[in-house]
């Protein structure tokens, strides 16, 4: 692949989301090419002049996408918006029983949000407690739906599975673009450990403590809400609430694959992003 293949490539596949790029996001999730920001801007330069793609502005598009400059303009004031209660409740969610780490994924993740979004979450675990952790979280989830805000924890892992076992364009993106807002430590080692990421995007670094934000998980509800659930009673309910999921999840994830669950996993993605993705595109 050239590096004019690989801006477009990278390009077409932001068209999807009806997304213009800028020369450091071009940068970041520039597929199969590891670069400079300088050499980047080169290529880019190059390529407006031949019009193989177009510039507006800051923003760079695939020829005939000009509309798409105001539609991101416009979900991004809709994403500042949603950015405040995305922070809020990620601190709740940090400070529930056996949450390690609570990081933003999704559309809200790049500031791309339309009309209806939620907020997506990708949360680590304690070792044998996600199902049970993940039963705390959504029920702050239906509580915060009283007050009009969709809160969307679509992924959880526990701690001693953070390696990835699908690797391809979509996850490398999804893994890429996630937000840790707490928990960094957990982030950097899932990072880590799915170092396979820059096999797709040489040029995307894991980002740095700047973006989120430290909280204590010492607080004593929280610290006697775990010894609690420690215990075999814990255990009981981990194990009861394992199989009732599980087998309720399965009639709908038979239906798609990208769904998966196990101990260590829930992975609720039923929408098929990532093969809608792969149908348009060849990415």
Not at 18 to 24: D, E, G, L
Not at 42 to 71: H, K, N
Not at 112 to 118: I, M
Request: glycine share 4%.
């Amino acid at each position: 692949m050239t590096p004019q293949d690989a801006i477009r490539t990278t390009l077409a596949y932001a068209d999807l989301f009806q997304y213009p790029m800028t020369s450091a996001e071009i940068h970041r999730y520039l597929v199969a090419h590891e670069t400079s920001h300088s050499q980047l801007t080169q290529w880019l330069a190059e390529a407006v002049v031949q019009r193989t793609i177009c510039q507006i502005g800051d923003y760079f598009m695939l020829p005939e996408r000009a509309s798409f400059v105001e539609i991101r303009q416009a979900r991004a004031l809709k994403s500042a918006e949603l950015w405040r209660p995305a922070k809020k409740y990620g601190a709740q969610i940090a400070r529930l029983p056996f949450v390690r780490m609570v990081g933003v994924t999704g559309s809200l993740a790049v500031n791309n949000v339309t009309d209806s979004a939620d907020i997506d979450y990708f949360i680590i675990t304690s070792n044998d407690r996600l199902w049970l952790c993940r039963m705390i979280v959504i029920g702050l989830v239906r509580l915060v739906a009283r007050t009009g805000i969709e809160l969307c924890p679509n992924y959880f892992l526990a701690e001693r599975a953070l390696a990835l076992t699908d690797h391809n364009i979509y996850i490398a993106r999804e893994i890429a673009q996630m937000v840790p807002l707490h928990g960094f430590v957990y982030y950097q080692r899932m990072m880590a450990v799915n170092a396979w990421i820059r096999d797709y995007l040489p040029n995307a670094r894991p980002h740095d403590s700047s973006f989120g934000n430290r909280i204590s998980r010492n607080t004593l509800p929280t610290k006697m809400s775990e010894a609690v659930l420690k215990t075999p009673l814990g255990t009981a309910l981990e194990q009861w609430e394992q199989a009732r999921k599980i087998a309720k999840f399965r009639v709908v994830g038979n239906r798609n694959s990208e769904a998966a669950f196990s101990a260590d996993c829930c992975k609720g993605h039923f929408d098929a992003h990532h093969a809608w993705a792969e149908r348009q595109t060849s990415v």
